[in-house]
């Protein structure tokens, strides 16, 4: 089976640089144009199903796509993005003032760290490989779309390569960038990774650095 992943259009805190996690923001006007270029590319495309994080981001881009494309939506919370705890909805140098030595753990050991009332990056790249192969085994055979978040698609991303996790991020990832993966045999291969091609006449975050997802 094939498996189209989409990150959402870009949210309004995506601009603050803010840990929105599972928190929500709503999607700026630029990533209402990228969500119906989106669905332009999407809609030339055979595919069945449209699945997608049940986040109000993922949800508004998804309802874009959806008109365009005219196919079933399956919301599923396991697409949410990574739960940041008691870090969600701040700035880095709000984590400082508020949480000064859980921000120095937090850089100190992403991978491993729980945050308080979260999650950590090694249970959050756990649960994004078990929640995409198991929607791919009820899907054998077939082409779907998935709507999902940067720190889903990176993580599965680094699990179907065996990358180590590392920072900064060594691989680029734009908000409403297309990725394929195939799952053939049990197994999984990268067949795209962050194409933007339909995004060439909209403006995007292209060339600012962005700390979260």
């Known amino acids: 089976m094939k498996m189209i992943i989409v ?3 870009e949210a309004q805190w995506n601009l ?3 840990a929105m996690g599972q928190l929500d923001s709503p999607l ?3 990533g209402i144009r990228q969500a119906y270029a989106l669905g332009d590319r999407l809609r030339r495309l055979s595919f069945t199903t449209l699945y997608t994080s049940d986040l109000g981001r993922a949800a508004q881009t998804v309802n874009i796509i959806a008109s365009i494309c005219d196919k079933k939506v399956i919301f599923n919370s396991g697409l949410r993005e990574r739960n940041f705890g008691i870090f969600q909805g701040l700035t880095l140098s709000e984590m400082q003032e508020k949480f000064p030595q859980e921000r120095q753990d937090f850089e100190q050991n992403d991978f491993e760290y729980i945050i308080p009332e979260g999650e950590s990056l090694k249970q959050l790249r756990q649960r ?3 929640i ?3 929607i791919a085994q009820q899907y054998l055979g077939e ?3 998935v709507i999902t978040h940067g720190g889903i698609l990176m993580c599965f991303f680094e699990e179907v390569l065996g990358i180590i996790h590392k920072k900064p991020l060594p691989f680029k990832q734009d908000n409403a960038n297309f990725c ?3 799952y053939i045999d049990g197994r999984w291969m990268l067949m795209v990774w962050n194409d933007i091609s339909h995004l060439e006449n909209v403006n995007s975050l ?4 962005i700390n979260f997802f």
């Open 7 to 9: 990150r959402h259009g």
């Open 16 to 18: 603050q640089d803010r």
């Open 28 to 30: 700026t006007p630029n």
């Open 128 to 130: 994004s490989f078990q």
């Open 132 to 134: 995409l192969t198991a």
């Open 143 to 145: 082409t779907i779309v």
């Open 180 to 182: 394929v993966f195939e």
């Open 206 to 209: 292209n060339n600012k650095k």
